[in-house]
């Protein structure tokens, strides 16, 4: 049995991470402050012994017998991660280097879940590991986007300079059931909107695109990272190459909810990628195959089920 940290164990991603680990045997200790986690979704782990929990912010450094941590605290959202956008960029930073510190005291293995956003507004497309992306460093989005990125450099400099075990995967725009109905992400937001009959906003003229992949595929892909070969840190992007515009996500969500809301256009907020879609070969060739299977339209459907009984 291994001992597991996740940090931001209580939100969406991290609370699948946990089940997960938890189905495999594992003990897992959930590091959470709440920002914007939620008790709900790791509710049902509450009476496994294996599952401990600690209210803790990961800015501040923290003590824990362990053999492996994956490094998901972070708001994740844009209206979330701009809130309060200094205290976004300290966890990126504190988190992560803390974690580092840990990962290294314990010699334990260390998964930073880095982001499809350290590749900015791309210049290069589909994107791959290698292109260094195209980031404004002073923009309403850079306290994510430069945060995230500082975090992979302290991963490759604590792998370089003190010999950390350290992967990093770049996540590609993700969803599935346990979003928050305010989380304000596009998926969450249109499936919400839709249920509920209101209009579904459509930021710009809706031709930007995204590449979905849904929650099981990633979760898979982060497993697989976290055992692969000694040495091996990555960047691996993870996500599905399936790239729609917008305006078809609307469209889609409208028609799987047999909803009756209309579309309606907003402003586009500022410095909003015009194009997403991950380049998944280097995933292909490390992850044992590794592969997303779930379709947008299949994905979509279950997460729709999941809101129709919150909302
Ligand atoms: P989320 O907001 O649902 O989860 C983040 C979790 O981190 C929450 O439980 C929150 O309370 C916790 N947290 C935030 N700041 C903290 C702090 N200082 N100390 C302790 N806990 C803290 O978001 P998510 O979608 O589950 O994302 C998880 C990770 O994956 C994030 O690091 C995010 O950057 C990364 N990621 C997600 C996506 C995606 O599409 N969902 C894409 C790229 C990267
Ligand atoms: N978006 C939208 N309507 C919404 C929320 C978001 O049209 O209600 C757009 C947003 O402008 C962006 C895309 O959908 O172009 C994805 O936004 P999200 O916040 O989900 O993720 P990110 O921009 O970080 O990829």
Same mark, same amino acid.
């Given at each position: 049995?291994?001992?597991?940290?996740?940090?931001?164990?209580?939100?969406?991603?991290?609370?699948?991470?946990?089940?997960?680990?938890? #189905? /495999?045997?594992?003990?897992?200790?959930?590091? =959470?402050?709440?920002?914007?986690?939620?008790?709900?979704?790791?509710?049902?782990?509450?009476?496994?012994?294996?599952?401990?929990?600690?209210?803790?912010?990961?800015?501040?450094?923290?003590?824990?017998?362990?053999?492996?941590?994956?490094?998901?605290?972070?708001? #994740?959202?844009?209206?979330?991660?701009?809130?309060?956008?200094?205290?976004?960029?300290?966890?990126?930073?504190?988190?992560?280097?803390?974690?580092?510190?840990?990962?290294? #005291?314990?010699?334990?293995?260390?998964?930073?879940?880095?982001?499809?956003?350290?590749?900015?507004?791309?210049?290069?497309?589909?994107?791959?590991? /290698?292109?260094?992306?195209?980031?404004?460093?002073?923009?309403?989005?850079?306290?994510?986007?430069?945060?995230?990125?500082?975090?992979?450099?302290?991963?490759? =400099?604590?792998?370089?300079?003190?010999?950390?075990?350290?992967?990093?995967?770049?996540?590609?725009?993700?969803?599935?059931?346990?979003?928050?109905?305010?989380?304000?992400?596009?998926?969450?937001?249109?499936?919400?909107?839709?249920?509920?009959?209101?209009?579904?906003?459509?930021?710009?003229?809706?031709?930007?695109?995204?590449?979905?992949?849904?929650?099981? =595929?990633?979760? /898979?892909?982060?497993?697989?990272?976290?055992?692969?070969?000694?040495?091996?840190?990555?960047?691996?992007?993870?996500?599905?190459?399936?790239?729609?515009?917008?305006?078809?996500?609307?469209?889609?969500?409208?028609?799987?909810?047999?909803?009756?809301?209309?579309?309606?256009?907003?402003?586009?907020?500022?410095?909003?990628?015009?194009?997403?879609?991950?380049?998944?070969?280097?995933?292909?060739?490390?992850?044992?195959?590794?592969?997303?299977?779930?379709?947008?339209?299949?994905?979509?459907?279950?997460?729709? =089920?999941?809101?129709?009984?919150?909302?």
């Amino acid at each position: 049995m291994k001992r597991i940290l996740v940090t931001g164990g209580a939100g969406f991603i991290g609370s699948h991470l946990c089940g997960r680990l938890l #189905a /495999e045997g594992n003990h897992v200790i959930c590091v =959470d402050n709440f920002f914007t986690g939620s008790r709900d979704n790791i509710a049902q782990y509450a009476d496994n012994p294996e599952f401990e929990l600690v209210e803790h912010n990961v800015q501040i450094p923290y003590e824990a017998d362990v053999d492996e941590i994956y490094n998901l605290a972070c708001p #994740a959202s844009p209206i979330h991660y701009q809130y309060d956008p200094i205290d976004t960029i300290r966890t990126c930073m504190l988190g992560t280097m803390n974690g580092l510190d840990l990962a290294m #005291a314990k010699d334990a293995k260390f998964l930073q879940a880095s982001t499809s956003e350290v590749y900015g507004d791309p210049l290069v497309h589909p994107q791959y590991e /290698e292109y260094w992306g195209n980031v404004n460093p002073v923009g309403i989005r850079s306290c994510y986007d430069e945060g995230k990125r500082c975090a992979e450099t302290m991963c490759m =400099d604590y792998h370089r300079q003190r010999n950390v075990n350290v992967k990093i995967i770049r996540i590609f725009n993700t969803y599935g059931p346990r979003m928050l109905p305010n989380d304000g992400r596009v998926v969450s937001n249109m499936i919400v909107q839709a249920l509920k009959g209101e209009n579904l906003t459509v930021f710009g003229d809706g031709s930007q695109t995204r590449s979905f992949q849904y929650i099981d =595929d990633l979760i /898979e892909g982060m497993l697989r990272m976290m055992a692969t070969e000694d040495g091996f840190t990555g960047p691996v992007n993870i996500g599905n190459p399936s790239e729609f515009t917008i305006l078809e996500l609307a469209q889609l969500v409208l028609e799987i909810s047999e909803s009756k809301s209309k579309i309606i256009f907003k402003d586009l907020p500022a410095d909003d990628p015009k194009r997403r879609k991950p380049d998944i070969g280097l995933a292909r060739r490390k992850l044992c195959g590794w592969e997303p299977r779930v379709p947008l339209r299949e994905g979509l459907a279950h997460t729709i =089920d999941f809101f129709r009984t919150i909302v």
